[in-house]
């Protein structure tokens, strides 16, 4: 009976459906903004994407969001390090984009930013500090 139970189990989880969207927050626990991003953009996105995303976040104070942002940036087209490099909040739709920055009360920009993405809209030229993958390339 319990090997039954498991197979069951087994079955159960791997019909579960994966994401089909990967966001990723590096962050800061002391940056003011990035708690912002969470407590307003992440929870629309959350009520947008229900079981279609996972969101990821990464502690940038921590040795493993180092190594995950190295890799993240290398995936990127025309990415540069300067003197916005590391800034947080750094976020990152898996396969389609990343954004260093955020401001304040500009959650309506993010989430349509965010959207516009996924589902292949214009996205706006006045967009700043903003990278997009190189083709075929995602960091999951």
Excluded at 8 to 31: M, N
Excluded at 54 to 60: F, M, S, T, V
Excluded at 69 to 78: R, V
Aim: aromatic share 16%.
């Amino acid at each position: 009976m319990k090997k039954i139970l498991l197979i069951l189990l087994f079955f159960i989880g791997a019909c579960s459906p994966k994401p089909q969207y990967y966001l990723y927050v590096y962050y800061a626990k002391t940056c003011p903004v990035c708690k912002s991003f969470m407590n307003h953009v992440i929870p629309r996105l959350e009520e947008m994407y229900e079981s279609q995303m996972e969101i990821i976040y990464y502690d940038i104070d921590e040795e493993k969001a180092i190594e995950a942002y190295a890799k993240t940036c290398s995936l990127l087209q025309n990415y540069y390090v300067d003197d916005d490099s590391g800034s947080v909040p750094f976020i990152v739709l898996d396969g389609y984009f990343a954004k260093i920055g955020y401001e304040i009360g500009d959650q309506e920009e993010m989430i349509k930013l965010i959207d516009n993405m996924i589902t292949g809209k214009e996205i706006p030229e006045n967009i700043e500090d903003i990278y997009y993958f190189k083709e075929g390339k995602t960091f999951h």
